[in-house]
């Protein structure tokens, strides 16, 4: 389609787009990635374009929604020239578009595909990381990674009594670039393969934690995948557990030593690595433990905690400062994306319980919190209450230009 002359604009259209920022012409927009979820409506009555209703759920989550309630009333009181933006139908000539009503926002999100969502949501997000890297010079650039981790939806409880519980992969900048459902009758393990096997994981670090520390996903990691592994080993592997507690970690040197205060805890890392052969873990050359001193500030209170873990890279492609700084990533999981769906979206309260929403609600959630962080925002809560003040600004975070 030709390129329409700036007089041809609205005002407030016009800005938008002058403020926009610059992605490469081959990006795909995020109207495009909705565009592939499949509609769960019937073809009979329906009137708003789901992309449409999916990319105003999107800009409301990005001003700060927290219901299906207040998506609604965002929509509804979203100026014309934004409605049309995303994608709004004009069915009469002298009116705008009219924003879908509580009810069609309600049914879309309870009936819609969360594995489809997903896909939409991690491929948008991956690809703007990627295009926004590109600069970079590539050798200079640390191996990517991905930290697998799950969390329940604490408030959204089935009518069978089940929790929803959502297992994530989170980039080393914070981005949730693929989520599925665990089902009730089964748990976490059955979903990582899944989960990651989209992703092309060729020269990726995955972390989790001791619960996914199998033999069989350390083997889909490196010989399907060609991606590297850091596992952490607890009392689910009782024998490498004693293994590598029994190994001589007081001739080892201290390579690393980190201190952090948060949420109340003010935590000493001490971590060292060896190569070690004969490890009972595919593919494993490197032991590691980490020791975590914590005090909680309010208390005085001290704990003390050996970690153990195994890892495919060799001392060569990781030190232990390196294996140390992807730990604690993969633990940062917590505070870039759990604790801020807790914190700033009120997540474990949310009354959103009816079928897909929840889920739905989630993806929309990591979709805000990654667009914020590709757009530099540290501060999430301090971001969503800038947007809510201006109806342009999510859709130019978003990349709606």
Known sequence: MPARSSSLIPVPLGQLT?????????????????AQVPDPRRDQGRRHPLAFVLSLAACAVLAGAKSLTAIAEWAADAPPH??????????????????????TVRRVLQRIDGDALDTAVGSRLAERERAAGQEENDRDRPLPSRAVDGKTVRGARRAD?????????MTGTGLVTA???????????????????????????????????????????????????????????????????ALPWREVPLLDKTRATAHGRDEIRRIKAAAVTGIAFP?????????????????????????????DLTAEQADATEI????????????????????????????????TAPRAMASLRNLAIGALRLADHTN??????????DANRPLITLGIT
């Open 18 to 34: 002058d403020a926009a920022p610059t992605t490469p012409d081959d990006l795909p927009g995020l109207l495009t990635c909705l």
């Open 82 to 103: 934004v409605l049309a933006r995303l994608g709004g139908p004009c069915r009469e000539p002298d009116r705008g578009p009219v924003a879908p009503a509580e009810a």
């Open 161 to 169: 009594g089940i929790q929803v519980h959502l297992l994530a992969a």
């Open 179 to 245: 989520q599925r459902e665990v089902d009730g009758k089964t748990n976490e393990i059955t979903v990582f393969q899944p989960l990651l096997a989209p992703l092309g994981l060729n020269g990726t670090v995955v972390t989790f934690d001791a619960r996914h520390s199998q033999t069989a996903h350390a083997r889909f990691l490196v010989e399907d995948e060609h991606a590297h592994y850091i596992a952490l080993i607890k009392g689910n592997q009782p024998t490498l557990h004693r293994w590598l507690k």
């Open 283 to 311: 593919h494993a050359v490197q032991a590691v433990q980490i020791v975590r001193r914590r005090r909680i500030v309010t208390t005085s209170k001290v704990t003390l905690e050996r970690v153990y873990g195994v890892t």
């Open 324 to 355: 140390a700084r992807r730990v604690r990533d993969h633990w940062s999981i917590e505070n870039k994306i759990h604790h801020v769906r807790d914190t700033t979206y009120a997540e474990d309260a949310s009354r959103v319980r009816t079928g």
């Open 380 to 389: 999430i809560a301090a971001a969503l209450r800038h947007h809510t003040r």
